[in-house]
């Protein structure tokens, strides 16, 4: 979304659509998840784990730290980093209550 069309919503609306942009790689997801099996933080080279080329990796750790998903120290092989927990919780209130909302359309098309 262009920044000229972004401006037209609410602050809300576009945090959510930029984490949810964010969440749409397949990659992401698997660091992520990976990083939440370990339940502690990382400081261990992903490329082995995840079977992705190092530069892959950082790009997405930059992208998942750009929305504020991670913390820590993202450069060079030696990274340490983890869920931002306070960050995880507004985005997983915020998405609950979206998909929340009662949608009663009695008629459609």
């Given at each position: 979304?262009?920044i000229?069309?972004s401006?037209?919503h609410p602050?809300?609306?576009?945090r959510?659509a930029?984490?949810?942009k964010?969440?749409?790689h397949?990659?992401?997801?698997a660091?992520?998840?990976?990083i939440?099996?370990?339940k502690?933080c990382?400081?261990?080279?992903?490329?082995t784990?995840?079977?992705?080329a190092?530069a892959?990796?950082s790009q997405?750790?930059?992208?998942?730290k750009t929305?504020?998903?991670?913390?820590?120290n993202?450069?060079?092989?030696?990274?340490?980093?983890c869920?931002?927990?306070?960050?995880?919780r507004?985005?997983?209130?915020?998405i609950?209550q979206?998909f929340d909302?009662?949608?009663?359309i009695?008629?459609?098309?």
């Open positions: 979304m262009g000229t069309k401006d037209l602050d809300a609306y576009n959510l930029s984490v949810l964010t969440l749409a397949p990659a992401r997801i660091i992520l998840q990976y939440i099996n370990q502690a990382i400081c261990t080279d992903l490329v784990e995840l079977g992705l190092q892959t990796i997405h750790l930059k992208e998942l929305v504020g998903l991670i913390k820590g993202i450069e060079g092989k030696s990274v340490c980093y869920i931002d927990e306070n960050v995880w507004t985005i997983q209130q915020t609950h979206f909302q009662e949608v009663n009695p008629k459609c098309c």
